[in-house]
């Protein structure tokens, strides 16, 4: 069915990273949680990180991209393409709306705006140096 439409299965799985990441409803980077295991949004990051077309799919992901799955998408372009970062952080919609973040055991709601300023400071480029949990 897929190949009638002419969309192959790889690139349907090549795109899902990017859609997934663009759904998560939560923010954290590094080991969360009590296991402190890599998040499902930072690992989907990353997958699509890996990628050789990585901004565009970032940028076709931010378009329906929850408040969540805009910060992590905003952390990697920052990283694979900051022109392309600097352009949409400046036309980016700043609602006051609270997300979910996990921070190492503990999850809490924080301002997007907040979350925003501390991406702009470079608070989360350091965690994808690293190796995942």
Request: with cysteine.
């Amino acid at each position: 069915m897929l190949s009638q439409l002419g969309v192959s299965v790889a690139a349907t799985s090549e795109n899902s990273a990017a859609h997934d990441l663009a759904a998560v409803k939560s923010f954290a980077f590094g080991g969360v949680g009590v296991a402190g295991l890599t998040s499902e949004g930072e690992r989907n990051l990353r997958a699509v990180l890996q990628r050789p077309d990585a901004s565009q799919q970032l940028q076709a992901a931010l378009v329906h991209a929850t408040l969540a799955g805009k910060l992590y998408i905003l952390v990697g372009l920052r990283r694979c393409d900051p022109a392309a970062y600097q352009k949409i952080f400046g036309s980016l919609a700043r609602p006051n709306d609270a997300v979910e973040v996990g921070r190492g055991c503990m999850i809490s709601r924080e301002s997007f705006r907040q979350l925003l300023s501390q991406i702009q400071e470079g608070r989360f480029d350091d965690y994808l140096s690293r190796p995942p949990r």
